[in-house]
């Protein structure tokens, strides 16, 4: 960055470790080392001409920090080259960024065909929230591509999934159901954030905008909510950017700045996060109080070519289905030390949850099912701490029950 002649100042041909300490970074005057908190609201301009160029987009510049903010830049700037996106914007959580991705994309009279097995805000915003707008939408079970196919209608203008999905993990062949949202011409919208932009690469595989919950492991440390939307120039600046300037769910620029520091991290807490499900992934499938264990990467798991083939890493989180139902699966969570008990993930701190009383606890039992949350389902976010401390908590739980 010091010297531009260096074909190494060129942020795009750095790894992911030196994009996520250095790329969009913007010194101020100081030359500040750490990225500065930019916490205005409005800018002051040097002249009316220079405010009316600003308003028409004849120079670039920041107008209002509900749309354009340095420190919001800075974060756009380095999510998108981890990306691999020409664009992004940021929100004030992760369903911000989801409601806004989808309703970028739609209009009254169109239809949406969504995975069923989706994070409870994303579903209720395909399922309930757009049908009250006429935005139609269709729900399938996502692992089997063609049911995709059987789906769409004339009007299907948009796609929505996520992979590995919430709570299950399950998986849902990106590449494959891309071909098909383009064959119908409808856009692909991909929740990634149980992969992390680490281990896969939605737009490669044909997706057209991403979405993350930066809450998770892009803070990774419990401290702030956060989202992103990332995709071509011609989407973000022009859809996503129109929709997010008009109705204002923006990230606060201090939370901008936490999850920036939260990038420069991301690799080191992630990496160490899967290597240590890997282990307690094994030692769960092994034990005789399990019923099943479903970690992307672990043999046993359904899908486990598909997740060789889009996933670089099998990432944080397992589902767990514990024998004995929730009585159990209660049991086991209660008995925990080190574990704790939250529905957040991404974490340093494990934490492990029960869906089908927490985060599914709104649907009837029956869709439970469908989506594969049985009573004895728990699933557990892998933290920072020693793998060996974490099995040794799981199994004195297990013990227990
Ligand atoms: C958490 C999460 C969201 C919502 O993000 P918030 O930051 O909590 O608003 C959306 N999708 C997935 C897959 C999530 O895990």
């Known amino acids: 960055m010091s010297n531009p002649k260096n074909p190494l100042s060129d942020p795009k041909t750095w790894a ?8 969009g970074g913007k010194r101020s005057q100081f030359n500040e080392t750490s990225e500065a908190i930019f916490l205005n609201s409005g800018y002051a301009y040097p002249s009316s001409q220079h405010a009316e160029d600003l308003f028409l987009h004849k120079i670039e510049g920041h107008n209002y920090s509900r749309f354009a903010n340095p420190t919001l830049d800075m974060f756009q700037d380095r999510m998108a080259l981890l990306e691999g996106a020409e664009a992004a914007r940021a929100f004030s959580t992760g369903m911000s960024a989801v409601t806004n991705a989808v309703m970028s994309q ?38 089997d591509p063609a049911n995709f196919e059987r789906a769409m209608q004339k009007n299907t203008k948009l796609v929505f999934i996520e992979t590995p999905t919430n709570p299950t993990l399950e998986l849902v062949d990106i590449a494959a159901v891309a071909a098909i949202a383009r064959a119908h ?50 989407l973000i600046e022009a859809d996503v950017h129109t929709l997010l300037r008009q109705t204002g769910p923006s990230l606060s620029p201090f939370n901008a700045w936490v999850l920036l520091k939260g990038l420069e991290t991301l690799p080191l807490r992630v990496n160490q996060m899967t290597a240590s499900a890997a282990k307690v992934a094994d030692f769960l499938a092994d034990h005789p109080k399990i019923a099943r ?5 672990h043999k046993s798991h359904p899908q486990y070519d598909l997740a060789r083939r889009q996933m670089s890493s099998g990432s944080t989180l397992i589902a767990i289905e514990v024998k004995g139902g929730r009585e159990a699966a209660f049991k086991l969570s209660d008995s925990l030390s080190v574990i704790l008990i939250s529905n957040n993930l991404g974490d340093a701190k ?15 039992e029956a869709v439970r099912l469908e989506s ?29 029950i």
């Open 16 to 23: 992911p470790e030196t994009q996520l300490v250095h790329g």
């Open 106 to 143: 739609v209009r009254a009279g169109d239809h949406i065909v969504a995975a069923r097995a989706l994070f409870g805000g994303c579903r209720y915003v395909v399922e309930d929230l757009m049908p009250r707008f006429g935005v139609a939408s269709t729900l399938v079970d996502g692992r």
């Open 350 to 364: 494990s934490l492990i949850t029960h869906p089908g009383t927490t985060t599914h606890a709104r649907f009837t």
């Open 185 to 234: 011409g409808a856009k692909l919208i991909v929740d990634n954030v149980f992969a992390t932009p680490l281990f896969q690469h939605p737009l490669a595989l044909g997706a057209d905008l991403v979405t993350y919950s930066a809450t998770k492991h892009i803070d990774g440390q419990g401290r702030t909510l956060g989202g992103v939307v990332l995709g071509s120039k011609a």
């Open 372 to 400: 594969g949350i049985t009573p004895g389902l728990l699933r557990l976010s892998v933290g920072l701490e020693n793998a060996d401390d974490l099995i040794a908590d799981l199994g004195y739980g297990l013990e227990q």
């Open 293 to 297: 264990v479903s970690y992307p990467f």
